[in-house]
């Protein structure tokens, strides 16, 4: 079955570098239709779209944040990598993994992790 | 980018009430629109995609419809595990409604 668990530092400080892992099982990101996506969600607030990444390693930003946002992957490790710049305490948020079929709807998420930036 | 623009934000309602919300996007995405439930301190599930194809388990109750801008949630008979809050998505740019909370009346 496929499962997503992502992974990282609970607290980052202001201007530091936030790096998130999405290691994923049930499907790989090599087979064609494939992609994985970065959602956030501060406290209270709305889900935002982050970045995707697909199976021919193309690579899709949210307009507001993509010079701030790095995604990879290591197909050989089912993983994929979330790099963000220079966090502020406005990053704070969970942040989700999710897999979509064809750059298209969400069908499988993570169950999140929740990235504080404070001082 | 594409925005989706949710109504209303809060819904009071109570069990057996039909409930319906609405989801404009800024441009047409045709079917091009999912929506999701999310429980407290939970992942977000898929309910709906291609604006009204039912993912599989879940309740008939829970339906979808509308093209081009201008799209729909309804849920004919509310259940007490409806009450979530519930998120569209348009899947040409990705971008999330600002979500609606179905409250208990």
């Known amino acids: 079955q496929v499962t997503l668990r992502e992974s990282g530092p609970a607290l980052v400080k202001p201007t530091q570098t936030l790096t998130l892992t999405c290691t994923f099982s049930?499907?790989?990101?090599?087979?064609?239709?494939?992609?994985v996506s970065w959602i956030r969600q501060p406290p209270g607030k709305a889900l935002e779209w982050l970045a995707l990444?697909?199976?021919?390693?193309?690579?899709y930003y949210s307009t507001s944040l993509k010079t701030r946002l790095t995604i990879s992957r290591d197909t050989s490790e089912n993983q994929v990598v979330l790099r963000v710049i220079n966090m502020d305490p406005l990053d704070t948020a969970t942040y989700y993994c999710?897999?979509?079929?064809?750059?298209?709807?969400?069908?499988?998420w993570g169950q999140g992790t929740l990235v504080t930036v404070s001082s | 980018d594409i925005q989706v623009t949710q109504s209303p934000s809060t819904l009071s309602a109570s069990v057996g009430d039909r409930v319906t919300i609405t989801c404009r996007a800024s441009?047409?995405?045709?079917?091009?629109l999912a929506w999701y439930q999310q429980k407290p301190g939970k992942a977000p599930e898929l309910l709906i995609y291609?604006?009204?194809t039912l993912e599989s388990g879940v309740p008939s109750r829970f339906s979808g419809s509308g093209s081009g801008t201008d799209f729909t949630l309804t849920i004919s008979s509310l259940q007490p595990e409806d009450f979530a809050t519930y998120y569209c998505?348009?899947?040409?740019?990705?971008?999330f409604g600002q979500g609606t909370k179905v409250e208990i009346k």
């Open positions: 990444i697909d199976w021919d390693d193309d690579t």
């Open positions: 999710a897999r979509s079929d064809s750059r298209a709807w969400f069908d499988y």
């Open positions: 049930g499907f790989s990101l090599s087979t064609s239709g494939m992609c």
């Open positions: 441009q047409t995405i045709s079917n091009w």
């Open positions: 998505q348009q899947y040409n740019s990705w971008t």
């Open positions: 291609k604006a009204s």
